[in-house]
T-cell receptor
Framework: EAQVTQNPRYLITVTGKKLTVTCSQN?????MSWYRQDPGLGLRQIYY???????DKGDVPEGYKVSRKEKRNFPLILESPSPNQTSLYFC?????????????FGPGTRLTVL | LAKTTQPISMDSYEGQEVNITCSHN???????ITWYQQFPSQGPRFIIQ???TKVTNEVASLFIPADRKSSTLSLPRVSLSDTAVYYC?????????????FGKGTMLLVSP
């Protein structure tokens, strides 16, 4: 089954404790990205990757890191999480990085930073 | 990417037809119009895409007038399960685009 998986689905952590949210896709997609969704602010893109070893900032990259060492995986790293990073996070992938190509989203990761 | 404007929210009742309009005055010649649907606590999912005139699938219809400066997503006979946020995106088919902006979308609430 074609899908995007994220882990963990739910995470409660404390300020400053490094964490990684994993994302994996099995569709051989070139483009992968991370979004955060907050009430009243909609869906905002954090980072994206056009292909392996190619990453770039989205609209809200501060406080996040990503890497793309393999085509299928695109982990999101919070080196020192803060409460303002409490949010619902989505990973997505598509064949190419433009609106024409359908974006496939993961199930989401709800993060709470205390 | 062309800037889009859509209503923040809409209300409807079960069985009614719902039309959500998206304005995209600066749409470019090569741009396509794509709509996504997002249920609470789930990721958005693609529902329909078009370039001009009318496109219909099992979920919705998309109407695009000749000037393409707006588009209307039509949901026939909505049910409670159509309660969701609907996003309109406009962009071209070619490679090279980077940041994808979903914005706030339109929150559709369907009541009994």
């Amino acid at each position: 089954e074609a899908q995007v998986t994220q882990n963990p689905r739910y995470l409660i952590t404390v300020t400053g404790k490094k964490l990684t949210v994993t994302c994996s896709q099995n569709m051989n997609h070139e483009y992968m990205s991370w979004y955060r969704q907050d009430p009243g602010l909609g869906l905002r893109q954090i980072y994206y990757s056009m292909n392996v070893e190619v990453t770039d900032k989205g609209d809200v990259p501060e406080g996040y890191k990503v890497s793309r060492k393999e085509k299928r995986n695109f982990p999101l790293i919070l080196e020192s999480p803060s409460p303002n990073q409490t949010s619902l996070y989505f990973c997505a992938s598509s064949r190419q990085g433009n609106t024409y190509n359908e974006q496939f989203f993961g199930p989401g990761t709800r993060l709470t930073v205390l | 990417l062309a800037k889009t404007t859509q209503p923040i929210s809409m209300d409807s009742y079960e069985g009614q037809e719902v039309n959500i309009t998206c304005s995209h005055n600066n749409i470019a010649t090569n741009d396509y119009i794509t709509w996504y649907q997002q249920f609470p606590s789930q990721g958005p999912r693609f529902i329909i895409q078009g370039y001009k005139t009318k496109v219909t699938n099992e979920v919705a219809s998309l109407f695009i007038p000749a000037d393409r400066k707006s588009s209307t997503l039509s949901l026939p006979r909505v049910s409670l399960s159509d309660t969701a946020v609907y996003y309109c995106l406009v962009g071209e088919r070619g490679s090279g685009y980077s940041t994808l902006t979903f914005g706030k979308g339109t929150m559709l609430l369907v009541s009994p």
